[in-house]
């Protein structure tokens, strides 16, 4: 049959044809992949929203490693609403990690470092903050209050004193 189309008059017309059904059932494959994942997230969000965490987490779960940096992050709140405070982490992390988190989701892993007394982690996000946004007044005062929650009271004081720019 493969013979006797690749002989016969018009035969190139005929391959064209072959090759549009492949591309076409390509792309529509991957349209269909990533509308389910769209529908899946959408359903997570609908399922977080009315309590219903442990059927979020489940539901994403089955899509944690297409590689979409909002599952994880939808995850990890799950896990935290949970109390799974170990999954929250690991999963915001992975969000923070693969992703291109805003403010907030930066805040809310360092909030989950501080809940399970992780001050190394939580200091060195907001150091790496810091360095991004050195005039932050809120952010140094945040870090100045960590600082101050993990025992380092002196280091606490002095980023105190540089905010207020005077003598305590």
């Known amino acids: ?18 090759y549009m059904v492949f591309i076409t059932l390509g792309v529509t494959a991957v349209y269909h992949l990533a509308n389910r ?12 929203k009315t309590g219903r965490y442990q059927q979020a987490a489940r ?21 935290l609403e949970l109390g799974q405070y170990g999954k929250a982490m690991h999963y915001q992390e992975r969000y923070v990690i693969a992703g291109s988190p805003e403010p907030g989701d930066i805040r809310h892993l360092i909030g989950l470092y501080k809940r399970n007394h992780q001050w190394d982690r939580a200091l060195q996000i907001y150091m790496q903050q810091l360095q991004a946004y050195p005039e932050n ?5 945040e870090y100045a209050r960590t600082l101050a929650d993990a025992g380092r009271i002196e280091a606490a004081i002095s980023i105190y004193k540089t905010i207020l720019g005077e003598s305590l």
């Open 59 to 79: 539901l994403l779960n089955s899509w944690r490693e297409s590689g979409d940096p909002l599952i994880y992050k939808w995850l990890g709140q799950c896990y």
């Open 137 to 141: 007044r809120a952010l140094q005062i």
């Open 1 to 18: 049959m493969l013979k006797a189309l690749q002989n016969a008059p018009g035969r190139g017309s005929v391959w064209l044809i072959i």
């Open 37 to 48: 994942e769209a529908v899946t997230l959408s359903r997570a969000e609908k399922l977080y």
